[in-house]
């Protein structure tokens, strides 16, 4: 911006230009849509921001992008032929505005290089020394500035390591330091191989790891810290269990070695993950803080689903209503329901009594605003008779499709509308989760009453920022540059980590991998790695299979952990499903390639004892005989507690439990998932 700001008038901009900043280019674009009669639902602004972005980091103007027939075919085969347009129109109007935008500081200071040598040569002169930090994350526009600028004396230090290239999908490219000793002449080379950080374990897995990747500069980080504790690698059932087993895993760590919630950080590949975490720990009453973003249940996507279950439950609940009554857009602008508002005021009634009686009140609407009140009171009323039989996961999955949620998130195809779309996903993987859980109490229906209960406790605790001390919850790209004692990597499953969409091309997969790198020396004394064996899916149980990654550490660097599924009294299954696993025998074998991508998947094969388990129908005789009042079981979610009562028989056989997390609960036997420990 500054070299700019003293040479704007050479390309017509005053040297007082404004900057816009992504909500400004957005709402041109927004404006440019309308007053081009488009269809909003074709033409999203901010898919359309996105593609202009992408555009000018590639230094692809107007002029170029009508030159380039396949860039022009591309857009017409993706419904927007007038997406040339709309760029051509932003750019005019940024232009008349005296502004540039973000993209704008790198595409304008490349056109002032090559266009006009004078002011190339001038800060040629200025500029004789240059040094650039974390080269590995630099763009093509920043490439070719930093090129012209150091070509006349070739005084040019870059920092960077390539094994830490994670931003391709901000338009950095891992080529520039790969690269480097092509583009100058008498490069010196210094490795900084040395790491302070980590224990020996770590880094050599980590160095295992890496050297996978085929393109990267050569290299062999060492350290003379400790050998320190192997990697642990732990294996759950389903996406809660891990949250529950991480959760259970840094209390305990807490307890045996006097540590602090802030030497704990909790690293996943998607913010959606966070869910299952968050949630756990608040039932281990751990305190942790979301690092570059908001808590789970705080998302606009999460309280816009919370808003109609809430309002289903409580029509009168007014905060609930005014976020979605046009939400997804329906035709009820702020001044009808300002005008609800005041006659709810008047009549003394709630706003939805108001709407549900609206031909009987003095609120002036026209007919056409008329039914579409109507058509929302008769949507929340029909969400209010299924209610009536529906569990809670039943009913959200139906109030997320009929209300037009889905859909709405679903088009915008930006990453903010993928990451959308993924936390309402993990919404109802969650209410899934939760009436699954809720089969176990004797005095819970899993409706979405009790599941709205459970969520207001969970978001009373968020709003208690007040402590430093908390544990750290972060994707592994925010996670860069920070480092913690002890690092939980969760979710290591293929087309999770690895990303699905990274499985096209080689270069996409060894980005992957950098990632994987960069999450596991963020970790100083212990590091684990989670996977599941099943994961949620729109409240479907699906089969995971184990990353490739965990396979590809060397062995001697791994600790395979036993889940203590042993020994469950009836968790529907009459023996473990793990069977007669043995710590340290599990290994995970490479199966025939998926797909046209190098290195092929992983996995994960059991070993050869593992026991076929035959379903059970819920034996009584299990539980009279394994277990009395007094008794010290173990439940996964609920940790340790005494049987306190025993009542029922056959089907309606119950135990009344004192546990450490929850307190006292009541126990359908026939679904509880108990493990007797004394």
């Not at 109507?374 to 039943?394: C, D, K, P």
């Not at 994707?475 to 087309?495: N, R, S």
Request: overall charge neutral; hydrophobic content about 40%.
């Amino acid at each position: 911006a500054r070299i700019l700001r003293y040479e704007a008038d050479k390309l017509g901009y005053p040297s007082n230009f404004t900057i816009y900043d992504t909500q400004d280019s957005q709402r041109l674009i927004s404006s440019i849509i309308k007053e081009m009669s488009l269809d909003k639902d074709v033409y999203k602004y901010k898919q359309i921001y996105s593609r202009i972005s992408s555009y000018k980091n590639s230094l692809i103007t107007v002029k170029a992008y009508f030159q380039n027939p396949e860039l022009m075919e591309a857009d017409t085969a993706a419904r927007r032929p007038r997406l040339g347009d709309i760029y051509k129109e932003y750019v005019e109007r940024c232009f008349k505005a005296g502004a540039m935008d973000f993209d704008d500081l790198l595409l304008k200071t490349n056109e002032l290089l090559t266009r006009f040598p004078e002011v190339l040569a001038k800060y040629q002169n200025r500029f004789r020394y240059i040094l650039v930090d974390e080269y590995q994350d630099t763009n093509h526009s920043q490439y070719l500035i930093v090129r012209a600028l150091s070509d006349k004396f070739q005084n040019i230090c870059v920092v960077g390591d390539d094994a830490q290239s994670i931003y391709a999908f901000r338009g950095a490219n891992i080529n520039n330091i790969l690269n480097f000793q092509r583009d100058y002449d008498d490069v010196k080379v210094y490795r900084l191989e040395q790491n302070y950080r980590s224990t020996k374990n770590i880094v050599n897995a980590a160095n295992s790891i890496i050297d996978k990747n085929e393109v990267k500069l050569e290299k062999v980080v060492w350290t003379a810290n400790e050998e320190g504790q192997k990697i642990k690698v732990h294996r759950s059932l389903t996406d809660g269990d891990e949250g529950r087993f991480v959760a259970s895993s840094i209390f305990e760590n807490k307890m045996q070695n006097q540590l602090k919630n802030s030497d704990f950080a909790v690293l996943y590949r998607t913010n959606a993950q966070s869910r299952a975490i968050e949630d756990a720990l608040r039932k281990r009453d751990i305190p942790y803080r979301i690092f570059g973003g908001l808590s789970f249940y705080q998302r606009k996507e999460i309280k816009d689903v919370l808003s109609y279950l809430r309002l289903i439950i409580n029509p009168a609940d007014e905060e609930a209503l005014k976020r979605i009554i046009n939400f997804p857009a329906r035709g009820i602008g702020q001044t009808t329901i300002d005008k609800l508002i005041v006659a709810a005021n008047a009549y003394d009634r709630s706003i939805f009594e108001v709407m549900k009686n609206i031909d009987k009140t003095e609120v002036k609407i026209n007919s056409g605003t008329r039914n579409k009140l109507l058509n929302f009171v008769t949507m929340i009323e029909s969400f209010q008779v299924m209610n009536q039989t529906a569990n809670a996961f039943e009913l959200a999955d139906h109030v997320a499709k009929k209300s037009g949620l889905i859909r709405e998130f679903g088009q915008d195809g930006t990453p903010e509308g993928i990451a959308r779309m993924e936390n309402i996903e993990e919404l109802l993987n969650g209410i899934k989760d939760f009436v699954e859980g809720q089969r176990e109490l004797a005095d819970s229906t899993g409706s979405i009453s009790e599941f709205l209960e459970d969520v207001a406790l969970a978001t009373d605790l968020d709003n208690d920022k007040g402590d430093a001390n908390r544990v750290a919850l972060m994707t592994i790209h925010l996670a860069k540059g920070l480092e913690f004692p002890y690092v939980y990597i969760v979710g290591l499953e293929e087309d999770l980590f690895p990303s699905a969409m990274s499985m096209n091309t080689r270069s996409e997969l060894e980005e992957e991998r950098r990632l994987f790198y960069v999450a596991l020396t963020r970790a100083e004394k212990q590091a684990y790695l989670t996977y599941t064996l099943s994961r949620y899916r729109w409240g479907k149980l699906i089969d995971a299979e184990p990353s490739r990654f965990i396979e590809e550490i060397d062995e001697q660097y791994l600790d395979i952990i036993t889940p203590l599924e042993e020994r469950r009294i009836n968790p529907m299954l009459d023996a473990s499903i793990f069977g007669d696993i043995e710590p340290n025998k599990i290994r995970f074998k490479k199966p025939a390639v998926k797909k046209k991508i190098t290195p092929p998947a992983t996995k994960f094969v059991p070993p050869k004892n593992l026991k076929k388990v035959a379903k059970t129908n819920g034996n009584t005789n299990l539980f009279d005989s394994k277990l009395a009042v007094g008794n010290l079981v173990k439940h996964i979610r609920f940790g340790t507690g005494e049987v306190l009562k025993i009542e029922g028989k056959g089907a309606d056989l119950k135990a009344e439990i004192k546990f450490e997390v929850g307190g006292v609960k009541k126990l359908l036997l026939r679904f509880a998932k108990l493990e007797v420990v004394g």
